[in-house]
């Protein structure tokens, strides 16, 4: 008895004694958030990152979106239109691999933490000593055999800091959290199933204390999913299927979606043809973002499989749209189909940021959604109606969004039909923009986009089910789309639904966006140019050429000496660049899913090669 | 130049042909069995210590390398089979190319037959089990056909698919071929 009261005690004081510590640690005037900061700038009223989402910059840099806005913006000065055709490089880090690297690099009290493609390493530089030297290797050692069923290259999207950890996924479906300081294993859960096809590409967000994971898989007949790991054990707290009955997609009471073509009972199942759900793919391989004051995470989900759409008719929910979820119990709160019965592998899994736009005399709580399909989707964060759809290039395989019904217009002409051949469809697959996040800045008001200008023809076909291999049904053959350039990169009013400038790229642009306080715009280009261009006119300002070509996103943050850098990894490969990465043979227009067709010119403009390069303006 | 001597040029001319052509097109139905197992299938490139050269063809490669017919069997069998996925149609994506002269698991028929029985570790799938041994040969024999390795006159001059690359009768040969290919002296 007495020993159990003493070790009562002991608990008891331990607990004193860390809430005493936080209220030391705590600053009597909490800095204000990015919001805040920037409200009070001239001219007029601006659209502000939603307030509870983005704290101000710290200096770090702990999630792939910076914050959970998913702002990808930095509040860092120091390196600006003036100064920054001064910037050099600081110090660089070979990475080991050879694959496509999306992945940013992220910064955590003068230790910066680096996620590679498989195999998976993680490394930890010290920042504090000269050259950045590595502190520890953590190798998690995944399965070979799942660079096999990895449909667009071994990628993975980064990792994620919170409270002394960093979580990250491995390609066969395995989540882990590593001590930060001495990269030894905390935990390891496994949620995904090789034999099934199933792999994880995507960065983890951690939020209200859950580490939430999805598939990837839409190539593969693999059914998507969104869990939930505690953060403390990586114990499964929640999981939500995408398609399937109601109660595995954890639809109840609270379910309240905004348009009549999503409300009914287990659409999930109705609108398949019979048991077609359960290797219908609406997966979530991309970005997740949560609104700490409502405690939602909003999700999009994939491609429904297989991409030969005449084998499933009907809407295939819950496929390719957005999902509003409690973090809590991942009980669905909304879900918006941005495209009923996809026709062309317009995944809806791209970033959401989050925001606060003015709204007659006030201000409205925001999504803002630039998507596969072409549009900018401009919804109601609390409801999931859609306020505006505009497409931000060249589109004509719809013709708009019915703001009353909430459903896309379709162009009849664009149809795939099994045995034919349709040609000119824009945007081709990977969407007028694929997975790499556009970047938001509360100081212009605009959001950063880099994107495609691409074209396919698509012939369907009948596609067979094997568990393990490919479920897809269509040669794809991509081209560049009107002007013959293959990229864009768009400065994006939201409230103008217009874009303010734009920049040609011959190549498809693969790498996300990075925007500072400064003013400046930073993005890399497939042939390993790395730009500085002027957030307000899209001036170029500085470029540096990398050794491979760039699809990784670049982050800006203060070093421990106090100054702004700039970091950014080359690599290439992913889905636009596997003819390079998986040595591909460009004879065959569709190779990597019709991509090879469009990319022919590659292997002569970039090689392989992870290398990280950190740059700083020289005092 | 007589008109009797073209035409016996002719005759020299049509006669190898008219014979390849009946090879090409042989169905082994009637065939005695050979071994009802896929070859271990190392590769020439592979170190055999203690001796100078690498084990004999397997002795079914014959019967399906070059063969039409199994080209053909093998063409259909790599749209169902779901090859096309990872492989395209031949230019690779999840999986290596194809098409080109590069193998990592050696060119000849028999370790093709191999890799496809057995899988490979990084990725690809083993099939045996799943399909019989003489459709793994005739895949072999396919795959095989798509590097040029075989000669015209067996591969197919259509293409199993709608929208894919040119024929394989009207494809060019990579230059320089994989070391595999060169007559050791």
């Not at chain 1, 109705?270 to 290797?279: L, Y």
């Not at chain 1, 996040?437 to 691409?454: D, E, K, M, Q, R």
């Not at chain 2, 390849?20 to 082994?28: F, G, L, T, V």
């Not at chain 2, 040029?148 to 197919?156: E, F, I, N, T």
Request: some cysteine; hydrophobic content about 35%.
């Amino acid at each position: 008895m007495r020993r159990v009261r003493i070790a009562i005690a002991a608990t008891g004081s331990l607990a004193v004694a860390s809430i005493a510590l936080t209220a030391c640690n705590r600053n009597p005037n909490p800095p204000p958030s990015t919001a805040q900061v920037y409200s009070k700038l001239p001219g007029g009223p601006r659209t502000l990152p939603a307030a509870a989402a983005s704290p101000a910059d710290d200096g770090n840099w702990v999630m792939p979106g910076k914050d959970y806005a998913a702002t990808r913006f930095s509040g860092l000065t120091e390196i600006n239109p003036a100064n920054v055709k001064d910037l050099s490089l600081a110090f660089t880090f070979s990475t080991g691999t050879n694959k496509g690297f999306e992945a940013p690099p992220l910064v955590v009290n003068g230790t910066m933490y680096i996620v590679t493609p498989f195999p998976n390493y993680l490394y930890a530089l010290d920042l504090t000593k000269p050259g950045a030297p590595a502190k520890w290797t953590f190798k998690p050692k995944p399965a070979a055999a799942s660079q096999g069923v990895a449909c667009c290259d071994v990628v993975n999207r980064g990792a994620v800091y919170d409270d002394g950890k960093i979580f990250f996924n491995t390609l066969d479906g395995q989540t882990f959290a590593v001590d930060a300081n001495s990269g030894q294993m905390v935990w390891r859960t496994k949620l995904g199933d090789i034999q099934k096809g199933e792999t994880v590409t995507m960065a983890p967000l951690v939020a209200a204390g859950k580490v939430l994971v999805g598939n990837s898989g839409g190539e593969m007949g693999v059914r998507g999913w969104i869990a939930a790991l505690d953060e403390g054990s990586g114990k499964l707290a929640w999981k939500a299927y995408n398609t399937g009955p109601d109660k595995d997609v954890l639809i109840g009471p609270d379910f309240h979606p905004f348009y009549a073509m999503d409300q009914g009972q287990d659409l999930g199942v109705k609108s398949w043809p019979p048991d077609a759900w359960k290797i219908g793919g609406g997966n979530v391989w991309g970005w997740i973002s949560y609104d700490p004051e409502t405690r939602m995470i909003f999700h999009g989900t994939g491609n429904p499989g297989p991409w030969n759409p005449d084998q499933r008719p009907g809407a295939n929910k819950w496929t390719t749209g957005v999902f509003a979820r409690d973090v809590d119990t991942g009980k669905a709160r909304w879900f918006y189909q941005s495209t009923p019965h996809d026709l062309f592998d317009h995944d809806d899994i791209n970033e959401i940021i989050l925001a606060d736009m003015p709204w007659g005399k006030g201000r409205r709580p925001v999504l803002l959604r630039p998507a596969r399909d072409g549009f900018f989707y401009v919804q109601d964060r609390r409801t999931g109606q859609v306020l505006s759809a505009t497409p931000f290039g060249y589109v004509n395989a719809y013709k708009g969004v019915d703001l009353k019904t909430g459903q896309i217009i379709p162009n009849h002409d664009k149809d795939p039909k099994v045995g034919r051949v349709v040609r000119d469809i824009c945007p081709a697959a990977p969407g007028l923009k694929d997975w790499n996040p556009a970047a938001f800045s509360p100081v212009t008001g605009l959001v950063y986009i880099p994107h495609n200008n691409l074209c396919m023809d698509f012939g369907a076909m009948q596609a067979n089910y094997i568990s393990g291999t490919p479920y897809v049904g269509a040669d794809v053959k991509m081209y560049a789309g009107p002007g013959g350039n293959r990229g864009v990169f768009t400065a994006w009013d939201p409230i103008r639904h217009r874009a303010v400038w734009e920049i040609k790229e011959d190549l498809p642009l693969w790498s996300p966006a990075l925007v500072t306080a400064g003013g400046i715009v930073f993005y890399g280009t497939m042939d390993g140019w790395f730009k500085a261009v002027d957030a307000r006119n899209g001036k170029q300002l500085w470029q540096f050429k990398a050794g491979s070509g760039i699809i990784a996103q670049p982050i800006s943050y203060k070093g421990p000496d106090g100054r702004q850098y700039i970091a950014v990894i080359c690599g290439v490969g992913g889905w636009s660049g596997a003819i390079v990465s998986g040595q591909m043979d460009p004879r065959d227009p569709t190779g990597a899913l019709g991509f090879a067709n469009a990319m022919k010119d590659l292997p002569m403009k970039s090689t392989t090669g992870g290398m990280l390069y950190v740059f700083a303006v020289k005092r | 130049m007589s008109s009797r001597s073209s035409a016996s040029l002719l005759l020299i001319v049509a006669f190898p042909l008219a014979v390849s052509a009946c090879d090409r097109e042989e169905h082994h139905s009637r065939a005695k069995p050979v071994g009802e197992t896929v070859p271990s299938g190392e590769s020439p490139q592979t170190i055999f210590p203690g001796s100078s050269s690498p084990p004999p063809l397997d002795v079914r490669a014959k019967l399906y390398d070059n063969n039409a017919n199994a080209i053909s069997q093998g063409q259909q069998l790599y749209m169902q089979m779901n090859c096309v996925g990872c492989h395209s149609h031949g230019g690779g994506g999840m999986g290596p190319p194809l098409m080109d002269d590069e193998w990592r698991y050696g060119s000849r028929i028999d370790q093709i037959a191999t890799t496809i029985a057995e899988g490979r570790p990084n990725g690809m799938p083993a099939w045996r089990g799943k399909l019989t041994e003489d459709q793994i040969w005739d895949l072999a024999a396919y795959v095989r056909s798509m590097s040029g390795l075989p000669s015209k006159d067996a591969v197919s001059s259509r293409a199993e698919e709608m929208s894919g690359p040119t024929p394989q009768t009207l494809t060019p040969k990579p230059e320089p071929t994989n070391s595999d290919a060169v007559p050791s002296q």
